[in-house]
């Protein structure tokens, strides 16, 4: 198939994309990116769980800000508070948040855990709103100092500057997904998809089901958290009907469906496809979730495989049979 | 009686009234959980529907009454519509698939509302005889109150009734528990099961009709009635009617009297109350299986 060289070049050209992106299209769509980019970070935690480990999360929000709020708290509070510092209390706020709640969540699967899912989400959401004096309330936390990416000695680099931060959202973001696709590579990962697909001959094998479920949620909440984190830190904002509110936990579920469920870049695809759905849906309705809405109806009943499983259908149709054919021609 | 009293009964009717709304909800939710396996995101939505056709319908005629009786058909038929051309169709990938495409009628129902009917509170104004306070015994109750308690009794008998006595309710009953088995035995259950959707959406629609004249149409009207109605189905365990029953009523006084010594608290008190009772019994009270 691909061999080496060309995977390399693909890589290559792929870099040069991200890096020439923003001076090709200008500061506005830059910004279209980086919050693509958040969102593919988000909806791929997400698939970790859902497609990959099958539990559907009605309350992934919790996480998303959770990270926010963690690293909006700490910005404003801590006097001086280094950006990687601030990254690291988002992330692990969430991975904390993810302990405390998986012990409850890892027993059930299926629709309860879809709905303990969606009371704990929304009883963070609440609680954003309740605790004024911490979260802002309906205000959110807002208007804190992004202080320079920052290595003594080495360099410090001026993040106030939208084209600067671009780059560390794309460094942090890019990275982030490389270390969860990596997470899926390992043997550990294989024991992810196969209690999905039968978790009791998993516990007959002798790996212990709940446990490895607790893994996978502290490291799907925990990056959630980095892309929550990173948000906070674009919009300079965080808001409880912007991170914790339940549509949020919704798109990543619409994300994940349109792109392609179970695939690990599928939920990249979703993304872009939804950034490009709201673009020009914003252009001429209000009503964006009636559209989003419709979209997620027609995927599922017509496309439930989403943009890859499609992609797969075209392959297949098209160049599938090319190959079919010299298969039996070398066979022969 | 001393005005001490006459606090705690008229909180505890107030409570009562939006349990009895609650459990008309929830009920819906558990049958159709029950039977088809599917948790309806959508559910509160339909309830939201309902009220807004019944608004409609005061526009047109005026008459309350006329609304009760239309708009929850109409949301029902809404629910046959969806259940018979979307769910269906997506039967074959599994609850999960089921479970989202329930988000998305979610979604289009609820911005479909405010398309037409835009995002302003609107008033739904109860019948004149109801609107006034009964007194009773040196109290003073509020008449719709008590109305919407009887009305929600009424159709928990005939529901009952149904359920319980009749040769469908019966069918009902056998497919909740293998619906397999029922459709091996020649019946139609496909038919049956759009049935039911019918009736779950119908009964969140009298709920929706029964609290418009009391919280007024606004499009966030499914938020709180549905988390509600979600946390009842779960404590009261998946399935079952009678933990409906029950943890709907204990909500509705929860609500009511929580807001009335531990204001600050009542927000998340249904949701300590869960995290209490999954604590102990993952199941929900009275549930049988996930």
Same mark, same amino acid.
């Given at each position: ?332 | ?65 006329? +609304?009760?009786?239309? @708009? =929850? !058909?109409?949301?029902? $038929?809404? *629910? ?5 051309? %979307? ?120 709920? +929706?009709?029964?609290? @418009? =004249? !009391?919280?007024?149409? $606004?499009? *966030? ?5 549905? %988390? ?63």
């Amino acid at each position: 198939m691909m061999n080496k060289t060309t995977k390399w070049i693909l890589w290559a050209v792929m870099l040069a994309i991200l890096v020439f992106y923003p001076s090709l299209f200008g500061i506005y769509y830059t910004n279209v990116f980086v919050i693509f980019a958040v969102f593919a970070l988000y909806a791929i935690t997400f698939n970790l769980l859902l497609g990959y480990t099958g539990l559907l999360s009605f309350g992934h929000a919790m996480y998303f800000g959770a990270g926010g709020y963690a690293t909006a708290l700490a910005l404003t509070h801590i006097e001086g508070c280094p950006l990687l510092v601030a990254l690291l209390i988002g992330f692990l706020a969430s991975v904390v948040l993810a302990l405390i709640i998986c012990p409850i969540v890892v027993r059930v699967s299926g629709a309860a855990f879809a709905m303990l899912h969606l009371a704990f989400g929304q009883l963070m959401y609440v609680l954003a709103l309740k605790f004024r004096n911490i979260t802002g309330g309906e205000d959110g936390i807002g208007g804190f100092p992004i202080p320079p990416f920052d290595i003594p000695g080495v360099v410090s680099i001026d993040m106030a500057d939208p084209l600067k931060f671009y780059y560390f959202a794309m460094a942090v973001l890019g990275m982030s997904i490389w270390i969860l696709w990596f997470f899926t590579k390992t043997p550990f990962g294989q024991i992810m998809v196969s209690v999905r697909d039968n978790a009791n001959r998993v516990d007959y094998m002798g790996f212990k089901v709940p446990q490895t479920k607790a893994v996978i949620y502290t490291f799907s909440g925990g990056f959630a958290g980095v892309a929550g984190s990173i948000y906070a830190m674009f919009q300079n904002l965080i808001t409880a009907d912007g991170a914790l509110h339940i549509l949020n936990s919704f798109s990543p579920i619409l994300i994940t469906m349109v792109g392609g469920v179970g695939s690990f870049f599928g939920p990249i695809w979703g993304s872009a496809i939804f950034g490009i759905i709201d673009e020009l849906t914003t252009r001429y309705t209000e009503r964006v979730e009636l559209v989003m809405g419709v979209i997620l109806i027609i995927v599922i009943m017509f496309f439930p495989g989403g943009f890859t499983g499609l992609l797969g259908f075209i392959k297949e149709k098209w160049f599938g049979k090319e190959s079919d054919k010299a298969a039996m021609e070398e066979a022969s | 009686m001393d005005p001490t009293t006459a606090m705690y009964v008229e909180q505890g009717i107030h409570g009562l009234a939006y349990g009895m709304v609650l459990f008309l909800v929830a009920s819906g939710l558990t049958i159709i959980f029950g039977m088809m396996g599917i948790l309806n995101i959508a559910h509160a939505a339909f309830f939201m529907l309902s009220a807004y056709f019944c608004y409609q319908v005061m526009v047109w005629t005026g008459n309350f009454w006329l +609304g009760l009786l239309v @708009a =929850p !058909i109409a949301a029902g $038929f809404v *629910g046959v519509l969806v259940e018979r051309f %979307l769910l269906r169709k997506v039967h074959a990938y599994g609850h999960i698939g089921e479970l989202i495409l329930t988000v998305g009628v979610m979604l289009v129902i609820m911005e479909a509302v405010k398309v037409f009917w835009g995002t302003e509170s609107l008033f739904v104004t109860r019948p004149q005889f109801l609107d006034k306070l009964v007194k009773m015994g040196g109290l003073e109750y509020p008449a719709y109150r008590l109305f919407v308690i009887g009305l929600t009794l009424v159709i928990l008998g005939i529901m009952a009734l149904l359920l319980y006595k009749t040769r469908l309710g019966m069918v009902v009953r056998a497919a909740v528990s293998d619906a397999d088995m029922v459709n091996a035995l020649g019946i139609n259950v496909p038919l049956v099961f759009m049935f039911v959707f019918g009736v779950g959406t119908w009964l969140a629609g009298i709920a +929706g009709v029964a609290i @418009a =004249p !009391i919280l007024t149409v $606004f499009p *966030g009207l499914a938020d709180q009635m549905g %988390l509600d109605a979600f946390i009842v189905v779960v404590v009261g365990g998946f399935g079952s009617l009678k933990g409906a029953f029950i943890v709907a009523i204990i909500c509705g006084l929860l609500c009511s009297y929580g807001v009335q010594f531990v204001s600050q608290l009542a927000p998340v008190l249904m949701f300590i109350f869960m995290a209490v009772v999954l604590g102990f019994k993952p199941l929900g009270l009275f549930g049988e299986r996930e």
